[in-house]
C-alpha cells in the first residue's frame, strides 16, 4: 500500500457464503477451507481464483482504505478489457458510495452488481479491473481519482453444481479441479464433450495410480490414489461443469462348484501399470509368480501349459470388500463408461446403467462390458484350479497366485455392483 494514495481499493469479496453472491465455492485442498471465508482478493496479500456459472452476473464486496483529503461521498467505477468482446468496457459502476470514515477502512453497506454477464462459455480468464472515484467538487470541476487494480484467476463453468457429490466439500469443489476442468473443457458444449476432454487432460494432473489413497482430498495431498479415488475425483471433475456421472463399483462372485470347490474364481487381474505409472505401483502391486493359462477351459485330468512368469500386477480381489470403480454417463441413447485408472477414452456399450443393489449377475462372454470393457482393462481372472494332477490355490498370503485365465475365455462370470 503507498501512503500518498488518498483512497485505494482494499479488498474485494467475491464468494460471501450467500446464494447471493452467485459464486461457485472454492476450497483449498491443504487446509480443506473455503477461498471465500475471506475476499479473494486483498491488496498486496492475496489473489485466489473466482468461480462462477458461465452467463452469471457476479456481484463483488468491496473495502475502500482512505487516508486523507477525499469526498465523502462519489461515483465507484471499475473498467477493464473486455473477455472476448475486444476493447475496454465498464465492468463496474457508477455506483453511488458515502463513506462511514474519511480515514481508515470502509466497507460498503450492498456489494457492487456487475454491469454485464460473464462470458457465456466454459474457460478461464483473465479479469484485470482499473478503478477510479468520480465526483464533482464544489467548484462543479469533475474529479476522477484513481484507486488501483485487481487482476483476477476467472472461470466460467458449463452448468450449476450439484450437491451431495461423493467426497467433494460441502458445497463447491476444490480450487485444483476448477482450474482444471474449465482449461481441459473451454469453450466445449455437450455433456460427453466435457467427460472426454476431462479423461483426456487427467494425465496433466501428474496424479498416479495405484497409491493407497481413496478420498480427492487424500489424493490431491499425496499425489494420486487407487479406484475408489479416482472415480470420485472424476465425479468431482464432471459437477464442476455441470455434468453428473454416476459412480459403480464392480465386484467380481466367487462362483465355484459347492461339490468340488473346483473352478473358483478369486480375483480380477490387471496388467496394466495405470495412470501416470510407468509400472504398477511397488505400494498396491502383487509381485509374483503368476501361472497363466494358454488355453481355457479345460478337463481337469488332462496336460495344461502354464506360462509361468515372475510379474507385478494388480489384484481386485471377489466379494464385497474389493472391487474396481468406474463411472457411467448416460448421454444420447448412448451409456459410456469412463475408467480413470486404466483408460483415456470412454468405452460406448449396450446395455442399461448397472444398478447399485449388490445382485449377482451372470456376465456372458459376448455381453458388451467383457468385449468392449473388462478383456482389457481386466485382461486375467484369477482362480483356485485343479491341472496337470494337483490343486493350484489362490493364497496371497503366501505368494501363491492359483491359475490366471484370460478373461475372454472364461464362459461365464458372477458380477454385482454398488455405489
Known sequence: MHTEEPLAVYSLHFDRGDASSGAIALWDPVTDTRLGALPEWIRGRREEPIAYVRGSRPSVGVTLLAHHFVPTTFDLSAFGPGLGEGGTVRWVGPHPVTLERTAGWSTLAEP??????????????ALELQWFAEWTDGHGTARRLFLGDTRHELHTSGAPMEHGVPGAPPVGAYAPLMRWSS???????????VCDAILQGLAETRLRYGLPAWSVRHMLLAGGGMCGGWYQLFQQLANCQGVAVEGRTLHL????????????WEAMVAAAPGLNQVEPARQTRFLGWFNDCARYPFAPDEPVELLGRQDS????????????????LEDGGRLYLYDPSFRTQAVALDMPMP?????????????????EYLNQAMPWVMGTLRANGR?????????????????????????????
Open 313 to 328: 500386477r494388480y489384484c481386485f480381489f471377489a466379494g464385497w470388500d474389493d472391487g474396481h470403480s468406474v463411472n457411467f
Open 183 to 193: 482449461r481441459w473443457c473451454s469453450g466445449l458444449e455437450g455433456r460427453k464433450a
Open 112 to 125: 457492487v452488481a456487475f454491469n454485464r454477464p460473464l462470458p457465456n462459455r466454459i474457460g478461464v480468464h
Open 253 to 264: 462372485v466367487p462362483l465355484h462348484d459347492p461339490s468340488t470347490d473346483e473352478v473358483r
Open 355 to 371: 444398478e447399485p443393489d449388490g445382485q449377482p449377475v451372470a456376465l456372458e462372454q459376448e455381453s458388451s462390458l467383457r468385449r
Open 391 to 419: 490343486l493350484w490355490e489362490v493364497d496371497v498370503a503366501r505368494g501363491a497366485f492359483g491359475i490366471t485365465v484370460r478373461t475372454e475365455q472364461v464362459p461365464e462370470l458372477g458380477i454385482l455392483w454398488t455405489r
